[in-house]
Nanobody
């Protein structure tokens, strides 16, 4: 069955960098929009970034704009989230997700049909 698997999380000091990967299997997601969400302890899911299936448009939450970069490799069926200048407030479980259609509600969880299990990112002060 089709599924998504995140990797690349870990512990990093403030100001450091991490690169998260989301590998898809079971089918190609080349025509899907891909999104990243995160959930801090005790808080709701928060939109982080998204990239359209053509790869021509990217979207970022204001809190990460200028620090995070989302990209995708169609040949590897993988989407990435490069995180630079990390802050303690970035600490959360990060999830990748796939949406068969991209609309104005791209920043909501309801837009996405497939979800990974998440990878923990912890940023120390």
């Amino acid at each position: 069955q089709a599924h998504l698997v995140e990797s690349g999380g870990g512990l990093v000091q403030a100001g450091g960098s991490l690169r998260l990967s989301c590998a898809a299997s079971g089918r190609t997601f080349s025509r899907y929009a891909m999104g990243w969400f995160r959930q801090a302890p005790g808080k709701d899911y928060e939109f982080v970034a998204a990239i359209t299936w053509l790869g021509g448009s990217t979207y970022y939450a204001d809190s990460v704009k200028g620090r995070f970069t989302v990209s995708r490799d169609y040949a590897k069926n993988t989407v990435y989230l490069q995180m630079d200048s990390l802050k303690p407030e970035d600490t959360a479980v990060y999830y990748c997700a796939a949406a068969p259609y991209f609309g104005s509600d791209y920043y909501t969880r309801r837009q996405y049909d497939y979800w990974g299990q998440g990878t923990q990112v912890t940023v120390s002060s």
